[in-house]
């Protein structure tokens, strides 16, 4: 199996930051992409930042556009952990931030999907 633990969610006031971790254990033997999705009350889940083409190496890094310039996705290769930096926030930008990361557990099996458990991040005005 695959894990995915977040941590670093919670209560900022706007303008302020926050960081999101999110460490991926388990049997792996390459993971293909990490993401971090988020979901506000009433609204459908959207991307908000996406590694992509493996986290081992190379790989590109997308955002929304709504989080461009104020949101920067990493990762610690060796650790098999991404984080989300999350600055000059927004009330808009309250939600459950979930991670999800595309695993390849062994050399000849499919990529699968799993997900994190989600962390609540809130930005009050």
């Known amino acids: 199996q695959v894990q995915l633990v977040e941590s670093g969610g919670g209560l900022v006031q706007a303008g302020g930051s926050l960081r999101l971790s999110c460490a991926a254990s388990?049997?792996?033997?390459?993971?293909?992409?990490m993401a971090w999705y988020r979901q506000a009350p009433g609204k459908q889940r959207e991307l908000v930042a996406r590694?992509?083409?493996?986290?081992?190496?190379?790989?590109?890094?997308n955002y929304a556009d709504s989080v461009k310039g104020r949101f920067t996705m990493s990762r610690d290769n060796a650790e098999n952990t991404v984080y989300l930096q999350m600055s000059s926030l927004k009330p808009e930008d309250t939600a459950v931030y979930s991670c999800?990361?595309?695993?390849?557990?062994?050399?000849?099996?499919?990529?699968?999907?799993?997900w994190g458990q989600g962390t609540q991040v809130t930005v009050s005005s």
């Open positions: 999800n990361a595309v695993v390849k557990r062994y050399n000849y099996s499919p990529d699968q999907n799993y």
């Open positions: 388990g049997s792996i033997f390459t993971i293909k992409a």
């Open positions: 590694i992509t083409s493996g986290i081992t190496s190379g790989g590109s890094t």
